[in-house]
């Protein structure tokens, strides 16, 4: 089965950037498409960005479009997410998922992905 790890979360002041990396342990162009997924506490996921490895075809949520840019390495069969100008509302944690199944079709719903990384927290604060 195929890992997902994320990491490059941290504490940031309002205003800055991070950037989140996912990693996968097998070939990410075999997926049809790849997101990145937040959760407040006491929320369900909400879908941040989504990716279509084959094509490069990216959707965002109305909440980022503008400030968030995913992206993706095929060499290093590694997804972006690079963050800016953040705010304390986006403090969550950020999930990579990834569609194998065919399900999602670039749609930021958590129901379409079959696979989940753990998670990488953001908190935005001064």
């Known amino acids: 089965q195929v890992q997902l790890v994320e990491s490059g979360g941290g504490s940031v002041q309002p205003g800055g950037s991070l950037r989140l990396s996912c990693a996968a342990s097998?070939?990410?162009?075999?997926?049809?498409?790849m997101a990145w997924f937040r959760q407040f506490p006491g929320k369900a996921r909400e879908g941040v960005a989504a990716?279509?490895?084959?094509?490069?075809?990216?959707y965002y949520s109305d909440a980022v479009k503008g400030r968030f840019t995913i992206s993706l390495d095929y060499a290093k069969n590694t997804i972006y997410l690079q963050m800016n100008s953040l705010k304390p509302a986006d403090t969550a944690m950020y999930y990579c998922?990834?569609?194998?199944?065919?399900?999602?079709?670039?749609?930021?719903?958590?129901?379409?992905?079959?696979?989940w990384g753990r998670g990488t927290q953001v908190t935005v604060s001064s």
């Open positions: 998922a990834a569609d194998g199944l065919n399900l999602a079709n670039l749609r930021l719903d958590a129901a379409g992905y079959d696979e």
């Open positions: 097998g070939h990410i162009v075999g997926y049809y498409s």
């Open positions: 990716i279509r490895p084959g094509g490069g075809d990216t």
